[in-house]
C-alpha cells in the first residue's frame, strides 16, 4: 500500500506523530471530519470501537496505506507504543472526539435529526455530513476532487 512516511528520514515518534497528521488530512479531506471516518471505517455505533484488526484492514484494503503506516496511526491515537502492534482498540476520544460529537455523528449516519448538510458539532468542527454519502468503499475509485498524493503531501508539508 501507499505509505504516508515523510519523504524525510526521520524515526519513532517525530514519523508516527507526521504520518499520524497526514491519516487525519485524509480522513477530514475524504469524509469531512475524523468521527464520519471512524464511523465508514466500522467503528461501533454506540460506544465508538474499532479493533486495531478492523481499524488495521480498511487501512490497508480501502484506504490504500501500508501494513506498517497503519500501525503507527493506530498505536499513536491510542499512545500505545508498548503494546508490540497486537490488540486494542481504539475509541473516538482516542482522536480527540467527544462523545457527544460521536454520538451527533451516528445520528446523522443513520438518518436522524438530519437538518442540514455541512453542520458543526458542539466543538464547532464539521460533522462532516453531505448531500452525498461517502463510505470507505468509494475511496480510490478516483474521484476527480480528490488531490492527488503530491497535492497531499504539498498541503502537509506547508503545514508542519
Request: glycine content about 10%; overall charge neutral.
Amino acid at each position: 500500500g501507499q505509505s504516508l512516511r515523510s519523504p524525510r528520514p526521520q524515526g519513532g515518534y517525530v514519523n508516527e506523530a507526521y504520518v499520524f497528521k497526514r491519516f487525519r488530512l485524509k480522513m477530514v479531506n475524504h469524509f469531512g471530519c475524523l468521527a464520519s471516518a471512524l464511523y465508514e471505517m466500522g467503528a461501533d455505533p454506540e460506544t465508538g470501537c474499532l479493533t486495531r484488526e478492523d481499524f488495521e484492514r480498511v487501512c490497508v484494503q480501502n484506504l490504500g496505506m501500508n501494513q506498517s503506516d497503519a500501525n503507527s496511526v493506530f498505536s499513536h491515537a491510542r499512545n500505545a507504543y508498548f503494546d508490540e502492534g497486537v490488540g486494542g482498540e481504539v475509541k473516538p476520544r482516542d482522536f480527540g472526539i467527544s462523545d457527544e460529537e460521536w454520538r451527533l455523528v451516528v445520528q446523522r449516519k443513520q438518518g436522524h435529526r438530519v437538518t442540514t448538510p455541512f453542520a458543526s458539532g458542539p466543538a464547532g468542527s464539521s460533522l462532516g455530513s453531505f448531500h452525498r454519502a461517502i463510505h470507505v468503499s468509494d475511496l480510490g475509485k478516483g474521484s476527480t476532487k480528490n488531490p492527488s498524493p503530491q497535492q497531499l503531501e504539498e498541503s502537509v508539508e506547508r503545514s508542519l
